[in-house]
């Protein structure tokens, strides 16, 4: 079995590899932890990690990433420095500088970060570092990050899509796809040759933490009509493989990190792969990773859709599977919290079987919920195992609602 770099990247063996891009740099490394892993089984392995670094002008907390490949490193890896092992050659940065994510450099540092949007006349005025306040709000190694930009005067908040060379001008064309047709997706304020996405602040409030407001966030009523209201040219764009056909992928990337799951997660694997067997790949014009981050309400209806770099033909069970799956494995809830998302999906779920097939809708949430019980252990939350097992016990009780046996 080739070996993707999951057991060295993970362990202690890594250290070296850590020293040495350190010292290259002019540093000494002191100490560092595992922060967060990407493993696709039997191809590759990214991780970062959180170190300690003593620089000539002081000490500093700094991000390290490493990917391994079972096979020849890439272009992209090329951009970062390679180091090996003894039997493999791996790729090494540090952050900002992601191989893959060229603009990263500018959203992650304030002065460049005015510089570009002075140079897009993104504000009514120039501004400068000092007028902006940089949050970074996701960063998945080598596959894209988001940036929040508090611009403090004039006072507006922006959001920076940090992209790959390669889906950058199929994100900024399907903002505007949508757009065009009244669909409320965020404004694309500028565009830039690094691959940055600068996006204006949506309206509302996200659905994710409207739903423990008082009142319902929106109907799902309104959910379904909102996402069949999205133009027929969507359909013509790209198709992206639902979350179902990688189904077996997920279950093994969870079955490398907790091998006791494995058969239950075959068992699931098996059900709904057979369960969807024959079903037609679908032409509806579909979001494609439609969950309760992506919504904004306002007054209890929908004021704007976020991320719609996954729009294409699909089928609709995939859209509302996807948001049954995320709600049915939000963390960390208190009590009262629990009971209301238990309230909300026992109200919305009929509806949604009424527009879609319900049990292909069950299968397609389950496939949803595995996909992310992958999500603790690449965030290596100190929980992880324990989250993971809730959530595949979540997926194996929607699979169950639509099983025999």
């Not at 940055?196 to 423990?212: D, M, Q, Y």
Request: aromatic letters at 4%; a negative charge; hydrophobic letters at 40%.
């Amino acid at each position: 079995m080739a070996d993707d770099g999951l057991g060295l990247l993970t362990g202690p063996k890594v250290e070296p590899l850590l020293r040495a891009a350190v010292e290259h740099q002019g540093g000494r490394l002191k100490s560092w932890s595992l922060d967060h892993v990407d493993a696709t089984p039997h191809q590759s392995t990214t991780a970062t990690y959180v170190a300690t670094v003593e620089w000539v002008a002081g000490e500093r907390t700094e991000l390290l990433g490493v990917s391994a490949r079972t096979g020849e490193l890439t272009e992209a890896d090329a951009r970062a420095e390679i180091f090996a092992d003894g039997r493999r050659r791996v790729a090494v940065w540090l952050y900002p500088h992601d191989p893959d994510l060229l603009g990263l450099p500018t959203a992650a540092f304030p002065e460049r970060m005015a510089e570009a949007l002075n140079r897009g006349s993104v504000l009514s005025r120039p501004v400068s570092a000092e007028h902006l306040d940089l949050t970074m709000v996701g960063y998945r190694p080598r596959r894209r990050a988001v940036v929040r930009v508090d611009v403090s005067d004039p006072h507006e908040v922006l959001y920076v899509k940090v992209l790959r060379e390669r889906v950058f001008d199929g994100v900024r064309t399907r903002h505007l796809m949508l757009r065009r047709a009244g669909i409320p997706a965020p404004e694309v304020a500028l565009a830039t040759d690094d691959h940055l996405l600068v996006l204006r602040r949506l309206p509302g409030t996200a659905l994710a933490k409207a739903l423990f407001d008082p009142g319902d966030p929106c109907s799902a009523e309104e959910i379904v009509d909102v996402l069949d209201s999205m133009p027929m040219e969507v359909a013509s764009l790209e198709r992206r493989p639902p979350w179902a056909d990688a189904v077996g992928h997920y279950a093994g990337v969870i079955s490398a990190t907790l091998p006791d799951l494995e058969e239950e997660l075959r068992w699931m694997t098996d059900r709904i792969t057979s369960g969807l067997a024959g079903l037609p790949p679908g032409d509806e014009p579909t979001h494609g990773d439609f969950h309760e981050g992506q919504v904004h309400v306002s007054g209890g209806r929908i004021v704007g859709i976020l991320d719609v770099d996954t729009i294409g033909p699909g089928r609709r069970a995939d859209d509302l599977a996807c948001l049954i799956g995320h709600l049915s494995t939000i963390q960390r809830m208190s009590p009262d919290q629990s009971e209301q998302v238990r309230d909300l999906l026992a109200r919305w779920v009929p509806v949604f079987d009424r527009r879609v097939d319900p049990v292909e809708l069950r299968l397609r949430a389950a496939a949803v919920v595995i996909s992310l019980a992958t999500g603790p252990y690449r965030s290596q939350d100190v929980d992880w195992r324990q989250q993971t097992l809730g959530m595949v016990r979540s997926a194996a009780a929607l699979v169950r609602q639509v099983s025999r046996s």
